[in-house]
């Protein structure tokens, strides 16, 4: 009974605000003692490297359901709340088979490599813009324009409408942030409106055959075959506005802020491609944009001296995994020579939800930054690094001021 109520003993609880205020700073007080942490609202959060990589495909686990994250995180109804409840993001089995199909040849390596071309180009004509200028913020000037851009792009929509939607992106995102942002919560229904909106013209528009785009054909089919209802199809290409808009950003800002201020070979990186992977790996590592991936405990789930209940929504936090000391050597460093990456990369999680746009966004981080070293060799910082804020779901930034 004793070594029963051993194993068993709740874990450490700690609140939100502390976690919001310094959250490597608690991981890494936490991680060598326990392996997770209870928030307040009884959440969760798997700090070590190994326990979130058997987490993420383990079948005591579940990938919590759009309806209960929906009702677990206080989501009104309406468009914010059809977002997450019919999200490809929310789902398991057959329901996630579905919704992942429905873009899982868009979005599919070979079908991405063809858009390389098209980010290289979008890329350099963003840099145009600014080049004459001798400083920049490049969260507004480059990293912000870019991903919505490209979704716009894969849409068939026309390139005005990109920072239309990625402002109505912006404002929906907070809904899958670890907690709900109650302040905000009129914002996030304001821009689910308005991007399903935005989603039905398109949608109306690819039907009438007015635009050419694979995802939207894809999609469509989808719909006319039995296998999306009309809120799945709206909600999947929400879902891919969403998540093609905004990590992306915070992502290619935090990188080139990284690279400036730790003294990596900043002119090489536009000349090497296998460099600018390795950059961009180690700063997804280092300061990912994505600090959790989401599941639901199905049983009573034992870990290495510590214990999830069973019923509960966990948060596998890869922003505490990718600094363990225990699978990278010396993790608080940031080093784009470092060879202790794993094939696959934590923070686009793993099995059957691993992210459907990894390859995009992989591309969209290397092509963007080898344009900047190969335009602007002499950058450097006009101000601090941007350090991302939050310890779970889509993280955020401040601006990112620079010259050369």
């Known amino acids: 009974m004793t070594q029963i109520q051993t194993l068993r003993t709740r874990a450490p609880v700690i609140s939100s605000t502390e976690l919001e205020k310094d959250p490597h700073g608690v991981f890494r007080r936490w991680r060598a003692e326990v392996p997770v942490l209870e928030r ?15 987490l993420l495909t383990d079948p005591r686990t579940k990938q919590i359901e759009g309806a209960d994250y929906a009702r677990m995180r206080g989501v009104p109804p309406g468009p914010l709340h059809e977002l997450v409840a019919e999200s490809l993001l929310l789902s398991n089995g057959e329901k996630h088979r579905r919704r992942r199909g429905s873009m899982s040849h868009a979005l599919a390596f070979r079908a991405v490599e063809a858009l390389r071309p098209f980010i290289h180009d979008l890329a350099h004509s963003l840099i145009d813009q600014f ?8 969260v507004s000037q480059f990293a912000g324009p870019l991903p919505p851009l490209v979704i716009s792009h894969l849409l068939g929509a026309p390139p005005e409408d990109a920072s239309a939607f990625a402002q109505m992106v912006y404002r929906v995102s907070p809904a899958f942030a670890p907690m709900l942002p109650g302040e ?3 914002q996030m229904v ?7 909106e935005y989603v039905e013209l398109q949608l109306a528009a690819a039907a009438a055959g007015s635009t050419q785009s694979l995802v939207l054909s894809d999609v469509l089919t989808a719909k006319l075959e039995g ?3 009309a809120a799945e199809t709206r909600s999947q290409l929400s879902t891919l506005i969403i998540g093609g808009s905004d990590t992306t950003r915070a992502a290619m800002a935090v990188q080139v802020g990284l690279l400036l201020a730790s003294g990596a070979p900043w002119r090489r990186i536009g000349n090497d491609r296998e460099l600018a992977r390795a950059a961009v790996a180690e700063a997804l590592r280092y300061e990912p944009s994505v600090g ?6 199905l049983e009573d789930i ?17 922003l505490s995994a990718m600094r363990d000391p225990a699978r990278f050597k010396n993790p608080d460093v940031f080093s784009i020579d470092r060879q202790d990456h794993a094939r696959w990369h934590m923070v686009f999680g793993g099995g059957p939800h691993r992210c459907i746009g990894e390859a995009l966004g992989r591309m969209e981080l290397e092509e963007g930054l080898m344009a900047l070293s190969q335009r602007l060799p002499g950058l450097r910082l006009s101000g601090p690094p941007p350090v991302l804020q939050g ?3 889509i993280r955020r930034g401040p601006e990112l001021k620079v010259s050369w």
């Open 40 to 54: 307040e609202d009884g959440v969760c959060i798997v700090l070590r490297a190994a326990d979130v990589e058997q």
């Open 184 to 186: 905000d919560k009129d």
């Open 391 to 393: 310890y779970g779901g």
């Open 131 to 138: 080049e004459m200028d001798g400083e920049a913020e490049l």
């Open 227 to 229: 296998e999306l209802s």
């Open 302 to 318: 034992e870990l290495d001296g510590g214990f999830i209940p069973a019923g509960r929504l966990v948060f596998l936090s890869t």
């Open 292 to 297: 959790s991936v989401p599941r639901f405990s």
């Open 190 to 196: 304001a821009g689910a409106v308005e991007l399903t």
